[in-house]
């Protein structure tokens, strides 16, 4: 069972901590041409787009947890009619974002609300990097696939291999063929359409078996979709509820006055790369639960949960000694004496960060293994409720400590709901017809 878990694990979380080296990247190209504005024109460009493809997450979530469904059910049709289906539906959102991508770019900036200089920036960046919204949606389904496949080290190497792609088209782009900031969003926009090509050539060689198990005449596709589109919707209405709840962090922050906001987003760090971690053994989570699911394996199926936990708990312990003295790693972050003196009286706060989180974190790879979205979605329902009743309740005079009390009892309630879901419903008890009790 460790043996597994690490398998898919381990390829997650090597993808996950090279996720920033390409912010980092276009951060430090911008830095160098010449104004600090091409920094903020980058960095909001970018944030834009999160803002979007974060509620589209579910394109990953479904198909992965389906997909491990049937792989363990031995139903390589089946698996193959997923893929398929999320193909289509990243397919259309993407000529949908693409059609109402101007209303989407008022929406984002009115959201961020940067400077005018910047505004300009990041305007041209999200206008040439929208036409890549097909390859990244539709590579996010087919990770999400390959993940239920149980091959994460495939999804590992798209987006590795995206990254490294964007960079170097970025740098040729900017330096080589002179374009100035506009090449950072060219070499963005050529890196996805090359990781499209790439991830299609790499289904060709190691899954050619897709093109002729599946079902791709789009009649037949919509017909059998009623299960796939169910748990993306409710996945993203959770993705929703999740960017409000973090969208009202960074707000409440910025009101605060620029020394706390920067406080914060120190503190968001730390959260952010324990996040990488945990994701990995979430990321096994959806895989194998998905599996001993399809393979109504109960036993297998209650073992990996609890070593999930184990593991987690194990990662758990490390990081919060580490974020016990966070200053630190804050001091590898910024060389401003004003803030780190300012985060002191957070090391608290940091050091239950990752206690906080880890069963919020195991849970929704188990729950996405048992496609069970509905649990997921209430979970993050009555969270994030709590997460403003408990900021509006605690007294104004605890300062920014109030926000991070909240965070932290928005993510304890998290996991308690959904550790109260799987025992009530007894989500480990399989029936042979493939469905959860």
């Known amino acids: ?199 299609a050539g790499y289904l060709a060689v190691r899954y050619g078996w897709v093109s002729r198990a599946g079902e791709w005449r789009v009649g037949r596709l919509l017909a059998g979709a009623s299960r796939f589109f169910r748990v993306s919707a409710d996945i993203f209405v959770r993705s929703l509820l999740m960017m409000v709840m973090n969208l009202a962090v960074v707000s409440i922050g910025a009101r605060s006055g620029d020394l706390i906001l920067a406080v914060n987003a120190l503190m968001s760090q730390l959260n952010i790369f324990y996040a990488y971690f945990l994701d990995g053994i979430a990321f096994a989570g959806e895989a194998l639960v998905g599996k001993y699911v399809g393979c109504a394996d109960e036993v297998r199926l209650r073992q990996c949960v609890r070593r999930l936990f184990v593991w987690a708990a194990v990662l758990t312990v490390v990081f919060t000694a580490v974020y016990a003295l966070p200053e630190p790693i ?21 050091a239950l960060l990752p206690v906080a989180g880890m069963a919020a974190f195991v849970w929704d790879g188990v729950f996405v293994g048992l496609t069970y979205s509905r649990g997921m979605l209430w979970a993050v329902a009555v969270s994030t409720a709590l997460f403003f009743v408990i900021y509006m309740a605690l007294p104004a005079s605890l300062g920014n400590h109030r926000l991070w009390a909240a965070f932290v009892i928005d993510h304890v309630a998290r996991g308690a709901v959904q550790t109260l879901l799987y025992y009530q419903r007894r989500l480990y008890r399989i029936k042979k017809s493939q469905k959860i009790v």
């Open 330 to 350: 804050f001091s590898l972050l910024t060389d401003e004496d004003s803030v780190l003196l300012a985060a002191r009286p957070y090391a608290g706060w940091c």
């Open 1 to 199: 069972m460790n043996r597994e878990i690490f398998h898919i694990a381990l390829p997650a979380i090597v993808a996950n901590i090279a996720i920033p080296l390409l912010g980092l990247v276009d951060t430090a190209i911008a830095g160098h041409l010449g104004a600090p504005a091409f920094i903020g024109g980058v960095t909001v460009g970018a944030m834009m787009f999160n803002l979007v493809y974060w509620n589209f997450g579910f394109l990953r979530m479904s198909t992965s947890g389906l997909t491990a469904q049937r792989y363990g059910a031995r139903d390589d049709q089946g698996a193959a009619h997923i893929l398929a289906q999320a193909c289509l539906l990243a397919a259309f959102i993407a000529v949908a974002l693409m059609v109402l991508q101007r209303p989407l770019e008022w929406l984002a900036l009115a959201v961020i609300g940067p400077s005018d200089e910047v505004t300009g920036l990041a305007r041209s960046y999200f206008r040439l990097v929208i036409w890549g919204a097909l390859p990244t949606l539709v590579m996010m389904a087919v990770k999400g696939w390959l993940l239920g496949m149980q091959d994460s080290r495939g999804a590992m190497y798209i987006s590795i291999g995206v990254n490294v792609l964007n960079i170097i088209a970025s740098v040729v782009c900017v330096y080589g063929l002179g374009m100035g900031f506009v090449g950072i969003a060219v070499g963005t926009l050529v890196a996805e359409w090359l990781g499209l090509a790439a991830s």
